[in-house]
């Protein structure tokens, strides 16, 4: 796993973060507007259950992985400096924050009689 301390890889990683958190919220976005098409909500659901396990769940995976890389990790010629760190920690705030809502409106929903 050594290959994970090149800035290359790292930054890639971070990139592919990046558009992976952006992709999530804008299918949360649209999953939300969703309305039930009559006998249950089945499509809604499978909607949500898709948008965790395809989406929201590999770009946490990913958030955190990138996010406790080394800060300092040796610089290959030619390659860019890392970005601030600071990115990925908001960033990855911010997918937490999102996944903490959505499922916390998800539970009063369901406990609500």
């Known amino acids: 796993m050594t290959f994970l301390y090149r800035p290359r890889v790292q930054q890639t990683l ?21 309305r039930c098409e009559g006998f249950g909500c089945i499509g809604v659901g499978i ?24 800060p300092k990790a040796p610089v290959e010629e030619g390659a860019a ?12 705030w911010l997918h937490l924050g999102l996944g903490a809502a959505l499922g916390l409106y998800w539970l009063v929903a369901r406990l609500r009689f």
């Open 81 to 92: 400096p890392l970005p601030a760190r600071w990115w990925p920690r908001w960033l990855l």
């Open 47 to 70: 909607a949500w259950a898709m948008w965790t396990g395809v989406l929201y769940a590999p770009a946490l995976l990913l958030g955190l992985l990138v996010r406790w890389l080394p």
């Open 14 to 34: 971070l990139i592919l973060f990046t558009g992976m958190a952006l992709i999530s919220w804008g299918a949360a976005a649209y999953t939300w507007r969703l």
